[in-house]
């Protein structure tokens, strides 16, 4: 079931910087704990933007990525001090690899995960707003390229029906179904051309590249905004603090080593779960609120 996302009504300015913090974060700290908790916090976050649901259906193919990364690095990495076995080929199997496969399909996994989330939030109006001013012909490219997708599967679909009501649903043997599937990626095909060209003609028409052009925008940056800003400054600072500090240590090769969980390092675990987790917080505050005024009618 799907929820309404306290978090995307916030200005895209916070919504931008969120990603970005998390997505650098996720891809820059290999520590165990923190690739768990940006994982879990990914999950979390994509099962109340989709649904729970829809959340275990993409799960059903994020894990085999996961599981065919995780044991396709030692195959090909052998670095590591501890040797487990020795492949019929002679090279060592180490423990090390395999550690850091898992650590890999982890990190690949929560950014799959986070641009996810990032493509249900940041809209392309929200991206054009970011953008627009600063530049225009690649933000106008990147917002089509990002909803692009989501069109496509919804056209797809309206071909499918639109053909299956008139008897071309290909059903028949292989051949029948191959020159069904040609035709509906024709049709498709046109239509994505035709509507590259009639956007492209529609922001010529209102002087999208002139220069002076304004825009009309609906977000306003509010005191909710101001301490949401703040917020991730913080995080931000502290959790880069950390990181050039050490506290995130965490070393696969030439032996597996993490550093030693003190109450400082521990603190640099708290903020970035906290950060992780800052929409589904801010949602679930919401839901209460909610649930406490319907009871109080």
Request: hydrophobic fraction near 50%; charged fraction near 15%; aromatic fraction near 14%.
């Amino acid at each position: 079931m799907k929820h309404a996302d306290t978090f995307s009504s916030f200005h895209p300015v916070i919504n931008f910087l969120y990603f970005v913090l998390v997505l650098v974060f996720s891809m820059c700290l290999m520590h165990p704990a923190c690739l768990a908790i940006s994982l879990f916090s990914a999950l979390c976050y994509s099962a109340y933007l989709n649904g729970v649901r829809q959340m275990f259906k993409n799960l059903l193919w994020l894990v085999p990525v996961m599981l065919f990364v995780a044991v396709l690095n030692p195959l090909f990495s052998h670095e590591g001090v501890t040797i487990l076995r020795y492949f019929p080929n002679g090279n060592p199997l180490t423990l090390e690899s395999i550690l850091y496969g898992l650590a890999a399909a982890a990190m690949l996994a929560s950014v799959i995960s986070w641009f996810g989330c990032y493509s249900a939030v940041m809209c392309a109006d929200k991206f054009m707003y970011l953008f627009g001013r600063i530049i225009p012909a690649l933000s106008l490219l990147l917002s089509m390229t990002l909803r692009f997708v989501p069109k496509f599967k919804a056209q797809l679909s309206s071909v499918r029906q639109a053909q299956h009501m008139i008897g071309r649903d290909g059903s028949g043997n292989i051949f029948q179904k191959v020159r069904c599937g040609i035709t509906n990626f024709s049709i498709l095909l046109t239509w994505a051309l035709e509507n590259a060209v009639e956007t492209a003609d529609s922001m010529k028409s209102r002087g999208y590249v002139l220069p002076g052009r304004t825009a009309f925008s609906i977000y306003r940056f509010d005191s909710r905004d101001r301490l949401a800003l703040l917020w991730l400054l913080f995080c931000g600072i502290y959790l880069t603090s950390g990181w050039i500090a050490g506290g995130f240590a965490c070393r696969y090769f030439p032996r597996f080593h993490l550093a030693a969980l003190t109450p400082f390092s521990f603190s640099f675990l708290l903020v970035y779960a906290a950060l992780c987790l800052t929409p589904v917080i801010l949602d679930r505050k919401e839901d209460l609120t909610w649930k406490r005024l319907q009871s109080n009618i």
